[in-house]
C-alpha cells in the first residue's frame, strides 16, 4: 500500500503512522521528522529548513520535493506512509509525476480532521524521543515512567515549535496552503476523512477498518 496522511498540526498523524506502519509493515515517511534529522546532523539542508520550521512557514518546494522523492526512490517495493508531504498543490503534483514515472500511484489519502481549538493544548503537551521518535503527551498519553520514552529509556524532549505562537502560525500555513491539497485529491476520489477528535486509540480502529477493507479489495 501507498498511504498519503494529511491533518493539520496536531491531527495525530505521526501518532497514527507508526501504528500503521507496525500493524501493515510500510515504511513511514515523515518530511518532519526526515528535516529534523537533518538538523541534528548538522547538514546544509537542515540549515536551509530551520528558519522555517522555527516560525512554522514551509520549507519552499524544491527542497522538500528533492528530499521526499529521493527518499520514495529508495523504498523500491515496500509500501509506504508519507507524513507531512505533500503539503502544496505543487508538491502533490509533482509526487504524482514521480510516482507516474516510477509506475506506482497512491492507493488512498487519510485525511485526518481535527478541530483547531483543540491543536494548541495536544502541541503544548506532547513530547517526543529525540532516539526512536515516540510521540508522547503530558495527560492523554503519558509514558510509563514521566520524561522518559518506553521503547529506550531516553529524556524524552518538548519540541521547538510547538510554542503557542509557532503553533498559531503553522495552523494559518495549514489553511492557507495544505487544505488546498486535500480538494486536489478529493477531486479524484482519493480522500477517506478520519475524524481525529476522539482517543487515539478509536482514530486507530477506523483508520484500520478503512485500511483493511482497502487490502481486501
Ligand atoms: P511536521 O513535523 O510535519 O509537523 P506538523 O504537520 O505540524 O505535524 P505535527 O508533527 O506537529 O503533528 P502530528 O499531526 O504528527 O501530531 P502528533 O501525532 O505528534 O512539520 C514541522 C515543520 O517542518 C513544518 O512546520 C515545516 O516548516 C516543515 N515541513 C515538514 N514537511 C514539509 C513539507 N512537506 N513542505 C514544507 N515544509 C515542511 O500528535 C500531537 C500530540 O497530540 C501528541 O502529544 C499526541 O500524543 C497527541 N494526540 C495525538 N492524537 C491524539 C488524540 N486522538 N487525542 C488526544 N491526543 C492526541
Redesign the pocket.
Known sequence: MRIVLL?A????????CKRIVAKYGLLHL????I??QERAAGTELGEK?QS??DS????P?EI?VEM?VGAIKKTSETGFVL??????VN?AEELDKALVSAGQKIDTVLN?KVKHEVVAR??T???SCPQCGA???IE??KPKVEGRCDNDGARLIQRL?DSLEVVAN?LR?YRRQTEPVVDYYKKNNMVCDID?N???GE?TDLIFENLDALVKA
Do not use: C, E, W
Not at 9 to 16: H, I, R
Open positions: 491533518g498540526p496536531g491531527a495525530g498523524k505521526g501518532t497514527q515523515s518530511s518532519g521528522d528535516l529534523r529548513a522555517y520550521m512554522g512557514t514551509l520549507v518546494d522538500i521526499m507524513d507531512g508531504f505533500p503539503r502544496t508538491q485526518l495536544r502541541m503537551g506532547r513530547r510521540v508522547y503527551h492523554n498519553l515549535d503553522r500555513t481525529t476522539k482517543d487515539a482514530v
